[in-house]
C-alpha cells in the first residue's frame, strides 16, 4: 500500500509547543488527535477531538488497551482490534455529534519507545525501534484505508507523558507536577510546571531533573 501525496501542507513540529500553536492558532475546525504508546509494555491507543472554539479543551472519544484485544498480558504491540474498534467508535462519535474530521488532518501523537533509552542493550533498542516502526506503519495504512491520508507525526517523551496524563485531566489553571519513574529515556525524575496562561502547556524545569543512573 503506497499512501497518496495530500493535498494539505503538513507542518514539521520540533517540539510539542509547536504542536499546541498549531492547535490553537491554526486549526479552524474540530480536529481528530490520536495518541498512541507501543513498542515496550502495555500498548495502547486514543482518540481526542481537539477544538480550538472551546477554549482549547480536548474531548476523549475512546481509548483502547491491546491486551484486552490480544489476550497477551502487557501486551507491548499494537493490536489490529484495538485500532479497528477505535476508528470505529470515531466513526460513531462523528455521526452522533455531526464532525467531520476530514476537513483537517489527523495528528498522531506517539509515545517514544525504548529505542530512544541510551540505558537499554544496542538488542533491545533495535527491537524497540523496529517495533516502534512496524507500529508506525501498520497505523498509516489503516488510516489511510479509513480515509485519513493527510497525517501528522509527532512525538512526547517518557516522562512529558506521565505530566501530561496528570496535568491535562486535573482542573487547575496552574500546578506544579514532579514525576518519578524507573527511566525514561535519560531521565529519572522531572519536575514540570502547567499553566493555563500558556495555552495550557507543560514547561520542564530542567535543573529538577534526575539523570539515569541517579534515582530515588
Same mark, same amino acid.
Given at each position: 500500500? =503506497? ?9 514539521? %513540529? ?24 507501543? &513498542? ?11 477544538? !480550538? ?10 481509548? /483502547? ?5 490480544? +489476550?497477551?498480558? /502487557?501486551?507491548? !504491540? ?10 470505529? $467508535? ?6 452522533? /455529534?455531526?464532525?467531520? %474530521? ?9 509515545? =517514544?519507545?525504548? #529505542? ?13 525501534? $523496529?517495533? $516502534? ?13 479509513? &480515509?485519513?491520508?493527510?497525517?501528522? #507525526? ?13 496535568? &491535562?485531566?486535573? /482542573? ?11 527511566? &525514561? ?7 514540570? %510546571? ?5 495555552? +495550557? +502547556? ?13 534515582? %530515588?
Amino acid at each position: 500500500f =503506497q499512501l497518496r501525496a495530500s493535498p494539505i501542507r503538513l507542518p514539521k %513540529f520540533r517540539s510539542n509547543r509547536d504542536l499546541r500553536h498549531y492547535l490553537h492558532n491554526a486549526v479552524t475546525k474540530p480536529v481528530l488527535v490520536l495518541g498512541v504508546s507501543s &513498542g515496550h509494555h502495555d500498548a495502547a491507543i486514543s482518540a481526542l477531538m481537539f477544538d !480550538s472554539s472551546q477554549k482549547g479543551q480536548a474531548r476523549l472519544i475512546a481509548m /483502547n488497551h491491546s491486551e484486552r484485544f490480544s +489476550g497477551i498480558k /502487557n501486551d507491548p !504491540s499494537l493490536s489490529k482490534d484495538a485500532v479497528s474498534s477505535l476508528l470505529i $467508535a470515531i466513526d460513531s462519535y462523528s455521526n452522533v /455529534n455531526q464532525h467531520n %474530521f476530514f476537513d483537517q488532518p489527523v495528528i498522531i501523537v506517539q509515545h =517514544q519507545s525504548a #529505542w530512544k533509552s541510551n540505558y537499554h542493550s544496542l538488542t533491545k533498542k533495535f527491537e524497540g525501534y $523496529a517495533a $516502534a516502526k512496524r507500529t508506525e506503519t501498520q497505523l498509516q495504512v489503516a488510516l489511510a484505508d479509513h &480515509g485519513y491520508v493527510s497525517q501528522i #507525526w509527532t512525538s512526547v517523551e517518557h516522562h512529558e507523558a506521565h505530566a501530561w496524563a496528570a496535568w &491535562g485531566t486535573s /482542573n487547575h489553571q496552574s500546578a506544579l507536577i514532579a514525576i518519578v519513574d524507573a527511566v &525514561g529515556e535519560t531521565e529519572t525524575a522531572t519536575s514540570w %510546571f502547567g499553566s493555563d496562561l500558556n495555552n +495550557g +502547556g507543560l514547561e520542564k524545569l530542567e535543573s529538577q531533573t534526575l539523570k539515569y543512573p541517579h534515582s %530515588f
